[in-house]
């Protein structure tokens, strides 16, 4: 079997003749992105044949210049012997990181105004087991029961085998002293013993929530009793190198045995960062008996092995919206195996349990007349408008772009990440904030946003996202990669941490316009759809992994949000994983996310043919009716903008 | 590391230095049965060296010149270079055999006299379910909860992932007909779905019921729909490789590795019934969503990996009497991975559910006045005194001579065995029956039982259990493998199935005492113990594996029986299982056997310092007091029968 070698890592693998460059990277570790699922359209798992040849099934958007440099779409060529592959300096994917800690979970909100009482699903009960007698024959498991009906607990005590297989050692370690985790009685007061340890082991009560995003996926450490975020880490979805957007997941998700790589890689992003935060807080995962999780419905289905493929299929049918509790053994989650592992309900194919839990974080929540209006602009963006009566919801195709993926040097918003990007009018000189300071390694979502903002203002970009070399700017060039492609170097070679200079090419900027137009343009249509114009709107919540300081005027200015004043928004951040971490504290929120579910009216967006126009002309910066965004356009008139050409093409 | 040759196998095994010659036998796939579980103890596992040299640990019941040939106790032997060993012929372990087919399940004893309404634990539900619409967002699980809701089944509807991950398939299969398996809905009315299949399957549903008994194993596989076995096979337990009796298989079980090793092989045996039941009667295994199983406390420990060690020392305390329901995918059995598995409740931890189950079919589950008798005669010795009002049980540790471990040529009841033995009193010719008919392998309980009453009553064998060479019978003679031993030679070497000699000899013949003399001893003392006397008693039931044809009159002759009327006697043959037979089948049984459990009374035989005194009066043909058999005693003295000396030692 031929070997392939990649450069600059040096790593190697075998692989059989016929297999594709993309499977023959995975083989030796090397990560090459590919957002398109593999199907030779995007043009990002590009490669250079150094040595040896390789057979083109596809040319992709390759030029005849880079075909004669030797490049490839490695998704679509195929190994015919031994050869040497350059890829391009891989993308600055951040280690797993403890990004936030000491948080208090949204308890208050969620809970719909109810005290909370905290009691998570399975609760820990100390007690003394008297030992066994001669003559009396009970059990180990009976003399449990006894005690846990001694000290107030339910009525009947099962047990699944691995507590069971625990269960003699436990009793006889600490002179019958024990801790047992049990999960609430059913209506005939009987309940299950999840796990026994010896000692009073009440103080230590940990759960996981766990956001399962199509691009980041996100863990807290929670502790129950002291209702406190220990920690949170966040990571891309290994499944990122088998497509960017849930359409591309599913695709490749077509043979069983490609379903099954798909759950293997997000349950090794979600258990690395499970093994990382209990490192970090010294807690042993067998000791997590309780995790909530949410996740759009395509990734719940993937995490679960489910097949997806209805999901893309009109009428678009999902194996399950309410997912049952799962035993974390069952889910492959690192925790204990019999614990339990909640879900947050989804409502349709494209609306799932990260709304759901999102909405969580909302006065949605609470019984109230006022209309609000949710984004989550995410990898898909999702859109909820309503009160504390009635919701309404529909999912845009929004890209992953603001969450870092098609954008070569976008990042989620990590160690490195360009979070905030300011232009000098005068001077032209770039300022920049990097999260944990240092040199920067990439941009997050508020930079690209930022960046977007400030390059129009400057005059260095037109309204249809095209970069304007005439303007003078050494700034702008030609893209790395060559193409008729111009780019804009927002940090020179010299100063970032790769070595490579951190740009934004007009393919990117691309990118981000589509982003934001499918998410203003699902709003515009969902309000249309109830009669309201966006003056009805009371509060704009905003969730999304942009990064911890979203500038909303910019944002508006770009014409991802509407023209709003800024009071009426609310920055929400990963509303998910705060929803998820209510539901694994507060019963009160787990009812609230069900009825929440039951609440929700799904709208098929694709159905709707006002939708595309709608899209097209928000494609623009900020749109081409700017009198949608009168205070850009009065700004624009009072500052005399730099903005070059007209707003809209004529 | 040295290699060990068995022959006359020609097995090998490469072991590392100071590995046991069991081990490095076991590693060869050759069967040495030891057992007192390796702690040479039983001289079971002998094997003679012939060439290369082994260490010896412990030289056992070897005599100087058993040692001088080079014989060796496998268990207490360590390799320490290359070796050549010759095993004695392996035990006639016969293959696991439909021995019995078509036979109704005891429904109405086990009920209690209610009519049995035959509703399995999980049903089948067949139906129809709408294709999904475009615009209404329900997932198929909620179609599928909505169909079985119009079908009359539980309002509320989960799944496990196994389920789920079938779903979508099943429901585009057949066009939306499909037959779902779930469980009785809970009392908030909410089941779960354990499998889903394509088309009405209705008219199709397999369960299992199981005994694993310490000896033997015996599966049936059982039509749920018609109410009826449609095969039952058996086979010795794995196990026995590792201890003959629960005590050498608790101390075999000292770490975890051998107790995983102990649940690996007595699972092995089970899935081995199965798989030939399934395959025989064209099932696929994973249908099987019921099973029903029953066993004595450690059997079950072992089977699903609990410490039994507490069952061992004082207070003799199991881990659980009553099991909860588990999954059959966490048991480890061959059947659907999400089906229930029921296990017979034991009562401490030497009466366990095999004796619950076994009561099923007797008339102590009916509500009723008389007092009866159930004696078990498996690998161990329980009985149980009562009537439908109150029980009281009590263990013996019998040995499992009459399950044909323990004797030389004793084999379990299947094809080969003689069960039937006479012997003439003018020629002396020996006329046997044999099962299936043809040359036999070995002898079975019933057989033993006929042949020590008609040595006995043939003047061959005096009441100590000694042969008598002075009888002039050229049947016996010095007992293969040297020693002080006697021989009777039942079947010559010509004759037999695997070229050597059927034969008893007086160690076999002590085992058979020691074991009768367990019983008998232990129904003594617990009549004792409730003041009656066995005249009191109006029924015996005995169980146990002794074959299809016990000899009431012999087993009276020999002591193993008290002396009352035929008439009074019941055999059940495997009472075990068919008492999980009835479980499976119905409701009532299952309410039936735990209230059994409920109502037994465990007596502690060990602290009444009468038993062994007891116990030793019994070690005798028929016993030391003749007095307590009045027809033996009547029948010796009309028959002059030819009994040599006295009929105990004076």
Known sequence: MPTVTFHPAGRSATVPVGASLLDAAAAAGVILTA??????????????????????????????????????????SRVIGDAGIEVPAEKPVGPAQIITAGVEPASGRA????????????????????????????????????????????????????????????????DGHVTVSITPPDSDGCAEVVRIEPGDATGCQVGLAIDVGTTTCAVSLVDLVRQHV???????????????????????????????????????????????????HAVEPTQIDNAAMAGNTTMIHLLLGLNPDFIRLEPYTPTVNRTPPLRGGDVGLTMNPAG?????????????????????????????????????????????????EWLMACAASAGPAFEGSGVR???????????????????GNVVINVIGGGRPTGICGSG????????????????????????????????????????????????????????????????LLRTK???????????????????????????????????????IRIGLLPDLPLERFTYLGNSALSGATAMLCHPQARECVNEIARRITYLELNVDPAYMSEYTAALFLPHTDLNRFPTVKAALAARSCRSVGPPWPT
């Open 35 to 76: 957002p398109c699922g593999g199907e030779g359209v995007c043009g990002e798992c590009r490669a250079r044949v150094t040595s040896g040849t390789v057979e083109r099934v596809a040319r992709g958007g390759l030029s005849p210049e880079e075909i004669t440099q030797g490049w490839v779409l490695a998704c679509s």
């Open 111 to 174: 809970a719909g105004g109810r005290a909370a009482t905290g009691e998570p699903r399975i609760v820990k009960r100390a007690m003394k087991v008297p030992a066994p007698v001669l003559g009396q024959s009970q059990s180990d498991l009976d003399r449990l029961a006894h005690a846990v009906r001694g000290s107030g607990g339910p009525g009947t005590l099962v047990a699944g085998l691995d507590t069971l297989r625990e269960l003699a050692a436990a009793l006889r370690e600490s």
């Open 230 to 280: 220990l920690g949170t880490a966040a990571d891309y979805n290994g499944q990122l190198a088998r497509g960017a957007d849930v359409i591309s997941r599913i695709n490749f998700a077509r043979t069983p045995e490609r379903l099954a790589e798909l759950r293997g890689l997000v349950l090794n992003t979600i258990n690395g960062l499970i093994g990382d935060l209990c490192a970090h």
């Open 340 to 388: 339990l592992v909640l879900f947050a309900p989804g409502v349709g194919s494209y609306v799932g349990g990260d709304i759901t839990a999102g909405l969580l974080s909302t006065a949605l929540a609470r019984p109230n007349e006022d209309v609000r209006l949710f984004l989550d602009i995410g990898t898909n963006g999702e859109v909820v408008v309503g009160n504390g």
């Open 409 to 427: 040097c976008g990042m989620r918003a990590s160690h490195g990440a360009i979070e905030r990007v300011r232009i000098d009018a005068a001077t």
């Open 448 to 511: 690209m946003i930022d960046l977007l903002a400030e390059l129009w203002e400057a005059g260095l970009l037109d309204p249809a996202g095209k970069l304007n070399p005439a303007a003078g700017s050494d700034r702008i060039g030609p893209a790395p990669g060559g193409g008729r492609n111009l780019a804009c170097t927002v940090v020179p070679a010299e100063n970032s941490k790769t070595g490579a200079a951190i740009s934004l090419d007009e393919r990117d900027i691309q990118n």
């Open 517 to 555: 137009a499918a998410v203003y343009s699902a709003c515009a249509i969902m309000l249309k759809s109830v009669g309201l114009d966006f003056d009805a709107i009371k509060e704009v919540c905003v969730a999304g992994g942009f990064g911890r300081f979203l500038d909303l005027e910019k944002s």
